[in-house]
């Protein structure tokens, strides 16, 4: 059993430095506030759910979350920018056509969202035009909306998917940490913001900035867990019989949704999720020197009159034991066997419990093939003996190119990445190799000799 249950109580696992009290999730921190942060500029937001299939239920919700929290706070929709495969409101599981929820029984996120990028159109080349707005490469591309925001503007990005060392993962493909800082250096050279704020969720999400993003171009960024650690998914559904949501992105956006985010900082609501994700250590990277600004500096609109309605929504701390919800979180890499499990738990005939079990075990021995892929490309580079210690291993990356350049070709030679995320936690035994000395080229040739020809073509799960 892979699951875990959270056990409501108000207790700190990982703490910001600074916060010494435990407050209310929905409260404001009566902290120092940026005298006069107001910029006036129009605010920009790119939202991104670079995941499909109903198993990944959650990241489009999470998106579709984030699309309200914004049109809620008065933000124009012609600024916002929405990446999202789109494949759940109406999927042939759904039973409530048209509606993605994000907490239990919570209210429709999916209503009135616009959506630029569907289907094939959700791909990193897509993704990286976009922010750095490039609108011929974006004709006859789905809505072929970019980025348009000027030195004058504060741009938001929401990025959720699956991810690993490096990496973060697009429906077919992935996007790597040198691509997305290279777009982000164009973006600062070309005057394409005032400030940025990134909030990403995806697992070692924090080894896509760690090392990397620097600390004077006005982009500050938080992510849902450290360079060697997953993220976590939340409420799962027995009626739909998948994950509503990612604790990370459900505390941000839960605390957005009833917050003054005109006297709340940047920095206030990092400590507050922070404390409130339990399940993995959310951090912050970039540059802290506007951490002071209020939120609604970026998620707010400019100069509007919108009355906006405070959703009610069940906050993990001090609402979730009143409303008798047990709240259940896994790790995002064991969602899809989590649901399996949870289909075999809930069959109502022997018809569906075998053909529940049968998938399960199918999901399971998947894995194992793949881990052994893996194992077999250790084994070539550094030695049977070594292969334990190297696929054990989580540590911090200190060759980029190198990892890069080998969980590229995996991905192209062995096994698509972007379908099978869940095999990115393996890539850590690059990292590992990759940090004690062994060059990219050896790796790429022990992949060759273990995946060509390609013997392993796996569908979705």
Excluded at 247 to 267: E, F, H, I, P, R
Excluded at 344 to 369: G, I, M, N, Y
Aim: hydrophobic share 40%; glycine share 6%.
């Amino acid at each position: 059993r892979m699951r875990v249950i959270v056990v409501l109580v108000c207790v700190v696992v990982c703490v910001f430095a600074g916060v010494s009290s435990a407050l209310p999730f929905y409260r404001v921190v009566d902290d120092v506030l940026k005298a006069n942060a107001t910029s006036q500029g129009d605010n920009w937001a790119v939202l991104v759910a670079g995941s499909n299939t109903w198993a990944n239920y959650r990241h489009q919700a999470d998106v579709c979350h984030a699309y309200q929290v914004l049109v809620e706070h008065g933000f124009s929709k012609d600024r916002i920018i929405v990446f999202m495969y789109d494949d759940i409101a109406n999927n042939f599981e759904n039973p409530n056509k048209g509606v993605i929820i994000n907490e239990p029984n919570g209210p429709n996120v999916y209503q009135n969202i616009a959506i630029d990028y569907k289907s094939r159109d959700v791909t990193p080349t897509n993704f990286l035009n976009v922010i750095k707005g490039d609108k011929q490469a974006m004709q006859g591309i789905g809505s072929g909306r970019v980025l348009e925001s000027t030195s004058a503007d504060n741009v938001f990005i929401n990025f959720v998917d699956h991810g690993g060392p490096g990496i973060i993962a697009f429906p077919s493909e992935m996007l790597s940490a040198t691509d997305l800082s290279n777009a982000m250096t164009y973006m600062h050279t070309n005057n394409m913001y005032n400030e940025l704020v990134f909030y990403l969720e995806a697992c070692e999400s924090g080894s896509m900035f760690d090392n990397i993003l620097p600390a004077n171009t006005n982009v500050w960024a938080t992510t849902a867990a450290d360079p060697t650690h997953s993220s976590y998914a939340i409420y799962y559904d027995q009626q739909l019989h998948t994950y509503l949501g990612d604790v990370y992105s459900v505390m941000w956006m839960q605390n957005s949704d009833v917050a003054n985010l005109n006297s709340l900082t940047l920095l206030q609501q990092y400590q507050l999720v922070a404390k409130e994700t339990n399940t993995s250590t959310v951090c912050q990277y970039g540059d802290s020197s506007f951490q002071y600004t209020p939120v609604g500096n970026f998620i707010e609109g400019k100069n509007t009159t919108t009355t906006r309605s405070v959703r009610k929504t069940m906050r993990l701390v001090g609402g979730m034991e009143d409303a008798g919800v047990d709240v259940e979180v896994i790790d995002s890499r064991d969602v899809e066997i989590g649901i399996l499990e949870h289909r075999v738990e809930e069959a109502q005939t022997a018809d569906e419990h075998a053909h529940a079990a049968s998938a399960l075990a199918a999901a399971k021995q998947q894995r194992v093939t793949v881990k052994t892929m893996f194992e077999r490309v250790v084994a070539v580079v550094a030695g049977e003996d070594s292969v334990d210690r190297h696929m054990e291993a989580r540590t911090k990356i200190a060759d980029l190119q190198c990892v890069e350049s080998s969980t590229k070709h995996f991905h192209a030679t062995c096994l698509n990445l972007g379908q099978h995320s869940w095999a990115l936690e393996h890539t850590f035994s690059f990292v590992s190799m990759c940090n004690e000395g062994a060059s990219a080229d050896v790796i790429r040739s022990a992949i060759d000799s273990v995946c060509k020809p390609k013997t392993f073509r796996f569908g979705k799960l």
